[in-house]
T-cell receptor
């Protein structure tokens, strides 16, 4: 797989359930980003990892959102006690190094629907 | 608060025509301005990008025009093709963080 992969591609949750979304970045990419894309809107930054370190989590909407990247590769975005307003596409992106000029490559996203 | 304002929300163009999408920003810390193309069910893919020390960049049928003093930039799609039908997002970056516009859905009629 040459690109960023995400799983599951679709997730339906009942309000109050916990969900976990997975991102497999491009092999060797140091930087990893999570974005939230509401219907009809552009992606909004959630959080940024450099290797295993979470350097910026300023975009996480609430303390129900938690992200980790324990070995500096795969990342998981966890949402606890999901609410209807959490319904969105969650995009993961990776880039080769931490240098700001490096292109971010996006995965296909996970579409989360909270009923 | 949206840091990058994008217009129009949607546009329809005939095959062979020109599509123009406009964006404006306020934050002078932005130092890189990419455009992304997104097809349904896919993630955004980088189309073309420009730095603020350049006023225009052309790659094939796609051109970015950049006006630093007005804090505006635009994407021109020349000779539009049905395969160009997609949603286009402008973005602006400060350090590693990308701020996106709301998107423009372009429909090219054959």
């Amino acid at each position: 797989g040459a690109g960023v992969s995400q799983s599951p591609r679709y997730k339906v949750a009942k309000r109050g359930q916990d969900v976990a979304l997975r991102c497999d970045p491009i092999s060797g990419h140091v930087s990893l980003f999570w974005y939230q894309q509401a219907l009809g809107q552009g992606p909004e930054f959630l959080t940024y990892f450099q290797n295993e370190a979470q350097l910026d989590k300023s975009g996480l909407p609430s303390d129900r959102f938690f992200a980790e990247r324990p070995e500096g590769s795969v990342s998981t975005l966890k949402i606890q006690r999901t609410q209807q307003e959490d319904s969105a596409v969650y995009l993961c992106a990776s880039s080769l190094t931490a240098a700001s000029y490096n292109e971010q490559f996006f995965g296909p996203g996970t579409r989360l629907t909270v009923l | 608060q949206q840091q990058v304002k994008q217009s129009p929300q949607s546009l329809i163009v005939q095959k062979g025509g020109i599509s123009i999408i406009n964006c404006a920003y306020e934050n002078t810390a932005f130092d890189y301005f990419p455009w992304y193309q997104q097809f349904p069910g896919k993630g955004p893919a980088l189309l073309i990008a420009i730095r603020p020390d350049v006023s225009e960049k052309k790659e094939g049928r796609f051109t970015i025009s950049f006006n630093k003093s007005a804090k505006q930039f635009s994407l021109h799609i020349m000779d539009s093709q049905p395969g160009d039908s997609a949603t286009y997002f402008c973005a602006a970056r400060s350090d590693y963080k990308l701020s996106f516009g709301a998107g423009t859905t372009v429909t090219v009629r054959a």
